[in-house]
């Protein structure tokens, strides 16, 4: 394979958008398993990147078309050599940026930076007036990555802890979050918190300058003999779909049993306590041991679902203000988080901005 050069990468790279042609797929399949040195031929067992919807060619084709996918190939050897991505939610006028990758022989020559300030910088220009929210999920197993989001703008709100499991280990990510301009001032204001909910809420509030929230105290709930339904389906990449409903309320989540992780919890809006908690014990005992961890973003506003989760162990790890839009106006939510095991606080790489979240939920 050739050496990267020493020049600057615009003087020997190309970046675009993905169209689908040229063997752009394939090209960034591979780009993939080499960044993560996948060589297993069974990608649903393997454990060095635990999401095998990467390495499919139809999966990034569909990706790349719905989304935005820049790519970087070396203008010489035309090989996909980095990219970056960017996942469009318009309903909540969101956008994730899934993250830089860069091929291992050329890392260390200014690529990430060069992807980041190129595609980025096109993106929220592109959709300035359909995206107010770019967030992130930085890894803690080096600051580096937290350092490249804090110089773009953006500021830590949460902490996943061990949530992820890459080159068979386990890490923690932090989300880092970036408003577009009067963003914030269209939120609702007064989000009425739990006392566990004050400490990150305070943090983030410091830092984004907030005004104050309304603390409540809530009684616990109780959760009830209802007879619950429950389903549980798998896809192609072997993700579990998970279903329980009782009296016409539901609560569903997505677990990747490679990281043992669930997530993109969802429950009916108008649900009341006691039926939250009868949902959330059930679905987490049938799960059993399945389950490393679990998150679910609970409204600012409806303290009573907060209570629930926290009496059922899970922690107010991140506070993220205008995340949803709800009525035409955006809504605070708190992120709860449950773990098997806590990562210990030296056991992680952070900026000085990264440590002060950290250091609320970790010795």
Known sequence: MRTAPEIKPEEWTTIKQYTGLEGEAKGLADLYRRVYNV??????????????????????????????LQLVRDTFTKQVIGAGTVLL???NQRGYVRGVMIDPTYQGKGLANYILVNAYR???AQYRDEL?????????????????????????????????????????DLLYILYSMNTLKTRRPEPTLIPEVMPIFERVCKRLRLDDAVPTVVPRTRSNGY??????????????????RACGKELKFEVNPRTQVAEKTWFSPDIDATTLR???????AAMHPTLYYMECYVSAFKPDQQQVFVDEGFKPTGYIPG????????EDVVLMSWVQDWPALDSLALTRKAAKIARLFLS
């Open 89 to 91: 939610d318009f309903h």
């Open 39 to 68: 060589q297993d031929e069974n990608l649903l067992t393997q454990t060095y990147y635990p999401y095998p919807e990467v390495f499919d060619p139809e999966w990034i084709d569909r990706t790349g078309k719905k989304h935005v």
């Open 132 to 172: 107010k929210i770019f967030w992130t999920e930085n890894r803690t197993a080096h600051a580096k990555s937290q350092k490249i989001s804090e110089l773009s703008g953006m500021n830590p709100v949460a902490l996943l802890p061990n949530k992820d499991f890459f080159h068979q280990k386990r890490e923690s």
């Open 227 to 244: 007879e619950v339904k429950g389903s549980i389906t798998d896809d192609k990449y072997n993700y579990h779909y998970c279903s329980f």
């Open 122 to 124: 096109d993106v929220i």
């Open 278 to 284: 009868t949902l959330l014990k059930v679905a987490r």
């Open 323 to 330: 995340w949803d839009v709800v009525d035409g106006r955006r």
